[in-house]
């Protein structure tokens, strides 16, 4: 991903920022609280929340440490981080936030007990060398908790086909979340141990996420990552792939009418020796 792209994908999760994780969808809390059963916080502890957006995993980490610990959310997106410090500010919790490049984050070595990673990983330049740098920042003895997306819904395949012709061949990056060194477990546990990472393990689950009907799922994706497919349409065709999708889904309705994703995820808890 070049420089250019990186400002863009800041760009991308500020506008983002203001619907983001808000819009009656239990999606980013659920994983993040069982990464933090995972992680197993305990309080005191010292946690760096690495593309902390909305701080589905900062707010709860901040809980589980407790007072006499402490968590720092780092993002790339300005907005992001602008809007989760008025939250942290108006809830009085013991957490903190910098705009920061989760790749290459500006840190000192040895400064922290857990470093958290929730669905961030693959949207680095170079996922190895942020591993390592996370290393880097964890004292001997720290852990990580990374969160990563497993196997495709098979039955949602229609809908990531009506994207595919619109995306360039520069951000073909964007449809590898799931290969190479994310396609499985033990791809992805032979990439953390070779940032350094040691006693790795994984575990893959998969959860149901529920949209009240085709068109909240839609404007659940404009509220996240997936905005960006969004908006590699042109305009005059957004209303065309709109449809699209929407007879995509159609089938997909349970007897209520809603849509159910089965959403695998993976999650990853490895430590610094």
């Given at each position: 991903m070049?420089?250019?792209?990186?400002?863009?994908?800041?760009?991308?999760?500020?506008?983002?920022?203001?619907?983001?994780?808000?819009?009656?969808?239990?999606?980013?809390g659920v994983f993040a609280r069982e990464l933090l059963d995972r992680v197993g916080l305990v309080p005191g502890e010292r946690v760096l929340d690495v593309g902390c957006g909305r701080g589905a995993v900062l707010f709860p980490?901040?809980?589980?440490v407790g007072e006499g610990g402490s968590?720092?959310?780092?993002?790339?997106?300005?907005?992001?981080?602008?809007?989760?410090?008025?939250?942290?500010?108006?809830?009085?919790?013991?957490?903190?936030?910098?705009?920061?490049?989760?790749?290459?984050?500006?840190?000192?070595?040895?400064?922290?007990?857990?470093?958290?990673?929730s669905f961030v990983v693959f949207f680095l330049p170079d996922p190895v060398a942020g591993l390592r740098s996370?290393?880097?920042?964890?004292?001997?003895?720290g852990r990580a908790g990374v969160t990563t997306f497993g196997a495709d819904d098979p039955r949602?395949?229609?809908?990531?086909e009506v994207f595919k012709p619109f995306v360039p061949p520069e951000l073909a990056w964007t449809l590898a979340v799931r290969s190479g060194l994310f396609a499985t477990v033990e791809a992805f546990g032979q990439a953390v141990e070779s940032a350094g990472f040691t006693g790795v393990t994984s575990v893959e689950r998969v959860c149901p996420v529920?949209?009240?009907?085709?068109?909240?799922?839609?404007?659940?994706?404009?509220?996240?990552?997936?905005?960006?497919?969004?908006?590699?349409i042109p305009?005059?065709?957004?209303?065309?792939?709109?449809?699209?999708?929407?007879?995509?889904?159609?089938?997909?309705?349970?007897?209520d009418g809603s849509v159910v994703l089965a959403q695998t995820v993976r999650y990853t808890v490895a430590h610094r020796g």
């Open positions: 070049s420089a250019y792209t990186r400002q863009a994908m800041a760009l991308l999760f500020d506008r983002t920022a203001k619907t983001y994780d808000a819009l009656g969808v239990d999606f980013f980490a901040a809980e589980r968590v720092l959310g780092i993002d790339l997106s300005a907005e992001m981080i602008e809007r989760t410090a008025k939250d942290i500010e108006d809830r009085g919790v013991n957490a903190s936030v910098s705009l920061m490049d989760a790749q290459e984050p500006t840190l000192p070595d040895a400064a922290f007990d857990v470093v958290l990673a996370w290393h880097r920042v964890l004292k001997p003895g949602w395949a229609s809908v990531r529920k949209f009240a009907d085709p068109g909240h799922w839609i404007t659940w994706s404009w509220s996240h990552g997936q905005r960006m497919f969004w908006e590699l305009e005059d065709r957004l209303d065309a792939v709109r449809q699209s999708v929407l007879a995509e889904l159609e089938p997909l309705r349970e007897p």
